[in-house]
């Protein structure tokens, strides 16, 4: 692999293109775009050298086309799978930072991949807040012994958005740290830790946390003292679908 560049090797480029027509279907074609929204002190440079050490040994040209382009020619052979080679450029990067499309082959059966680079430099002991904002999956946890109340809360969610579960108050502070999510529906009484104690140890750690507070009973002081506690909301059993999506919607995670 030799990295090109469009002020210099434009010439270079042209002429290398006759090796690889002989042998069309044997290679595959990356067009990489660095977006708007990526750090600016991630250049394009710093893509194509990050690029070139996943691919320095194979045959090819990586070409740095413009500030934001680069265009790479691989010669792969006839035996990859395309899935493989874009895990490997997504193990390099920032999680959620590379979106990739698979595009149909060329008429001549030329693989096409394209890369869109969102880089986002890595956070040294990343909060809660910087999670959400980095990852691009928007998640909603469910704390609810009540596994069909479990079941209308994941019908009512928007479909892009995912669902986690737990049925026991023990879980619920473990599963928050794990999937720091943008919404936290916390069913009031379930067994082992009562959802007032687990809202305490989450706003803890999080003071950010999107809590909202799930409970048949919707009495006047049930509602207070779980919003004074710092929940955003409170949901009375039952509720309708309307109802969980204008909580959902109010999230300033997935506005």
Partial sequence: ???????????????????????????????????????????????????????????????????????????????????????????????????????????????????????????????????????????????????YMRMLIKKGVPQHISVQEVADGNEVVPAYEKCAPDILLLDIHMPGMEGTDALRDILRVDPDAYVIMLSADSSRENVERTTRQGAKGFLAKPFTKEKLREYIQECPTLV
């Fill in 1 to 147: 692999m030799e990295i090109l560049h469009h002020k210099k090797n434009h010439e270079d480029l042209v002429a290398y293109l006759p090796s690889v027509k002989s042998s069309l279907r044997e290679w595959l074609f990356i067009d990489v775009r660095l977006t708007e929204n990526s750090d600016p002190n991630f250049t394009i440079n710093n893509a194509a050298d990050l690029l070139y050490s996943l691919f320095e040994n194979k045959e090819g040209k990586l070409y740095v086309c413009n500030e934001r382009e680069i265009l790479i020619l691989i010669h792969w052979g006839v035996d990859y799978a395309l899935s493989e080679i874009t895990r490997t450029v997504e193990r390099r990067l920032p999680e959620g930072s590379c979106d990739v499309h698979v595009h149909e082959p060329t008429p001549e059966g030329v693989a096409q991949l394209e890369f869109l680079i969102t880089y986002v430099k890595p956070v040294s002991n990343p909060t809660f807040s910087d999670i959400r904002n980095m990852r691009r999956e928007k998640v909603v946890l469910v704390a609810d012994d009540d596994m």
